[in-house]
């Protein structure tokens, strides 16, 4: 299982970190990723890091603003989230997945998912 927190209301231009810790079996074989959906979107694609930590690959719209990395001792994933602006406010959901690195964007091709936690961003 995969348990996400971190959220919280930021007002814009500040950091949260979110974590990922999973339990009940380990995730270190698995790319790990963040995902975040709105009311008005799907649920889309943030950051993905890979099998042994050696590759990240990070959205557009949060390049170079937020980082994701992990702790394989802690069985934790985090998502360093910095100079947040509004539209970065969502439910934001960490996932495993034994895909293909070249489908780390997709949805689809992960098997487990956190409960997800809220990000608000706003004055």
């Known amino acids: 299982q995969l348990q996400a927190s971190g959220g919280g209301l930021v007002q814009p231009g500040g950091s949260l970190r979110l974590s990922c810790v999973s339990s009940?079996?380990?995730?270190?074989?698995?790319?790990m990723s963040w995902f975040r959906q709105t009311p008005e979107k799907e649920r889309e694609f943030v950051a993905a890091?890979?099998?042994?930590?050696?590759?990240?690959y990070y959205a557009d719209d949060v390049k170079g603003r937020f980082t994701i990395s992990r702790d394989n001792a802690k069985n934790t994933v985090y998502l360093q989230m910095n100079s947040l602006k509004p539209e970065d406010t969502a439910v934001y959901y960490c996932a495993a997945s034994r895909t293909i690195w070249g489908q780390k964007t997709n949805s689809d091709a992960y098997n487990y998912w956190g409960q997800g936690t809220l990000v608000t961003v706003s004055s």
């Open positions: 009940g079996r380990t995730y270190n074989n698995y790319i």
């Open positions: 890091l890979s099998r042994n930590g050696g590759s990240t």
